[in-house]
């Protein structure tokens, strides 16, 4: 596991399950595992070792409002900001899934929304 530390992940942010907000109220980032997408430093998504992590998250500049849930006039504001990140990678054993998921929620500094 030390070998694999720190990992860093680059893709895009694709529309998840929708549970994190409504179920737990903590809305969360869903990373495509699309290989055309994903850039992982441990190879590809199936071996990025499941837990909960704390890291860092950047907003890219393809991001719109559409795809980050982020209001119009406010996404340039957070625009290449970098963000404190709880994440959570693995399986939601909670609700089943198949399919391992990446999910970053941003921590937003006091005075953003």
């Known amino acids: ?45 199936d071996h990025l070792p499941t837990g909960i992590y704390w890291g860092f998250a950047r907003i890219g500049e393809m991001a719109t409002p559409s795809s980050t849930g982020i209001e119009k006039d406010d996404i340039n504001s957070v625009l290449g900001k970098v963000h404190l990140a709880a994440i959570s990678i693995g399986y939601n054993p909670t609700y089943n899934n198949k399919e391992k998921t990446v999910e970053p929620h941003l921590i937003a500094d006091e005075e953003h929304p």
């Open 1 to 45: 596991m030390n070998q694999q530390l720190p990992i860093r992940i680059i893709s895009k942010v694709v529309r998840g399950y929708g549970r994190g907000s409504k179920d737990l109220g903590i809305p969360t980032a869903n990373v495509s595992r699309e290989k055309e997408v994903l850039s992982c430093s441990c190879g590809d998504f």
